[in-house]
């Protein structure tokens, strides 16, 4: 089956400061990966995602790309503001045959002021 | 309905005794997904379901959980003997087809004690 990994396990960034969250895959079929922002006590929520056949997606602040020779996909977050500080997920799916949503461990990402 | 909702929001239920979760998916979702979130861990996937089918049981921690979904709307998730390590956030998602095609959506969770 699927396996996501995913790092850092934990960022600590300066408000302002540049974000990236990496993950890699191991199923050369998966060709969705979403990114879902958990915030304390709250649902994960789609916060992005991208599909094997773009190398590249940006949403205001928030960007993400995939290498799929690599098998490895980021989420890039710009300008970070505290309210950026949860715990980001990764995942990674296929639409042919039997398919969940694997994820990642998460990364929690503290924005300081 | 607008979202996917689960109830109840929290239990407690005392060590042995059999719990139900219940999940609404999003209307017209045929995916479903049950994961279980361990406090401060990631997301450990249990059963989903395409449509009433449940092609992969195996993220099923053991016998005693049990999952259903009839007329591919709503799902229940069963822990029979509820043992301590149960307690967790369980968390159901639903899409509206299974896997690249759509995203996947997260309820508000069920937050298990077992005391």
């Known amino acids: 089956g699927e396996n996501v990994e995913q790092h850092p396990s934990t960022l600590s960034v300066q408000e302002g400061d540049s974000a990236v969250i990496k993950c890699t895959y191991s199923d050369s079929a998966s060709n969705y990966f979403p990114w879902y922002k958990q915030e304390l006590g709250k649902r994960p929520q789609l916060i992005i995602d991208?599909?094997?056949?773009?190398g590249e997606k940006k949403d205001q602040r928030i960007a993400v790309t995939l290498n799929k020779t690599a098998k490895h996909f980021s989420l890039h977050i710009t300008e970070t503001q505290p309210e950026d500080s949860a715990v980001y997920f990764c995942?990674?799916?296929?639409?042919?045959?039997?398919?969940?949503?694997?994820f990642g461990k998460g990364t929690m990402l503290l924005v300081s002021p | 309905g607008a979202g996917v909702s689960q109830s109840p929001s929290n239990k407690v239920t005392e060590k042995g005794k059999d719990v139900e979760l219940r999940c609404d998916p999003i209307?017209?979702?045929?995916?479903l997904y049950w994961y279980r979130q361990r406090l401060g861990q990631g997301l450990e996937f249990l059963i989903y379901?395409?449509?009433?089918?449940?092609?992969?049981k195996s993220g099923l921690p053991s016998d005693r959980f049990s999952a259903e979904r009839t007329g591919e709307s709503v799902s229940t998730l069963t822990i029979q003997r509820t043992q301590q390590e149960d307690s967790a956030v369980y968390l159901c998602?639903?899409?509206?087809?299974?896997?690249?095609?759509?995203?996947?959506?997260f309820g508000q969770g069920t937050r298990l004690t077992v005391v």
């Open positions: 209307s017209g979702h045929t995916a």
């Open positions: 379901f395409q449509g009433n089918s449940a092609p992969d």
């Open positions: 998602a639903s899409s509206l087809v299974v896997g690249a095609r759509s995203a996947a959506f």
């Open positions: 995942a990674a799916s296929k639409s042919s045959g039997y398919s969940t949503l694997t």
């Open positions: 991208i599909r094997s056949n773009v």
